[in-house]
């Protein structure tokens, strides 16, 4: 008999009932999808520590419900992070933001091949704040809430970098007589991700007051991201 193999990523795992777990995945073929792994949190299961965060895996599913089981792992397939701490709470983060924002099984390969290298990138090297406000930036694109960083024709005449610009959500930037934002060249360097010279703290401001715009009154828990903003 024919097997379908699905590429997952584990975005979260919850019990159900005492021994199995409900996995929410990232799959490159169906999109965001929950499935049930029967006896997973049993020390003796097939499946006994496969289904943790981060990990991407590649599984076989069968039901007819939305809540489809999982019949087989490829055990030998199975990946996952080498992660420090401070990576560990981006990751966290990510997983949260994807599970908030993905609509339920619609695919969407763009976007798996997005967070497949972004994995990749933190797999390879020691984290890097800078990849984490370059995935913001293109998950925006990808969902159609990208940042205009264009500026609006009633400001070209303060195309001066001594003129600074703040970010309003859903009307784009504006100038401003305060010490914060960022100035057109700046504006031209975030568009094109040219990132590393950007000040940090700024950059983060700007990503995720964009993300909270798009998030329909959703609150993202995982750790302080959005609460250190004035950090």
């Keep these: ?10 975005l979260h795992c919850r019990s159900f009932g005492d021994t199995s777990l409900i996995v929410d995945l990232f799959s490159k073929n169906q999109g965001k999808i929950s499935v049930l792994a029967k006896g997973a949190k049993k020390p003796r299961s097939k499946y006994f520590g496969i289904f943790t965060p981060f990990k991407e895996v590649k599984i076989t599913l069968s ?6 089981t999982v019949n087989e792992v490829d055990i030998h397939y199975h990946s996952s992070a080498s992660l420090d701490s401070k990576s560990t709470y981006s990751y966290l983060y990510i997983n949260e933001l994807l599970s908030k924002v993905l609509p339920k099984s619609i695919p969407n390969l763009d976007l798996f091949n997005l967070y497949q290298s972004f994995v990749e990138k933190f797999n390879s090297s020691s984290f890097d704040e800078v990849n984490l406000r370059h995935f913001e930036l293109d998950l925006l694109d990808e969902l159609g809430f990208g940042i205009n960083f264009d500026i609006s024709p009633e400001n070209q005449n303060l195309e001066d970098n001594q003129i600074r610009f703040i970010f309003v959500p859903e009307q784009g930037f504006k100038a401003t007589q305060l010490d914060s934002g960022f100035t057109p060249k700046e504006l031209k360097q975030i568009k094109l991700r040219k990132l590393r010279n950007i000040n940090k703290n700024a950059l ?14 959703k609150q993202i828990l995982s750790g302080a991201v959005f609460g250190r903003l004035k950090n």
């Design 1 to 10: 008999m024919y097997k379908e193999w699905e590429r997952c990523f584990v």
């Design 63 to 68: 039901g007819r419900s939305d809540l489809k």
């Design 204 to 217: 983060k401001e700007l990503t995720q007051s964009a993300i909270l715009s798009c998030l329909d009154g």
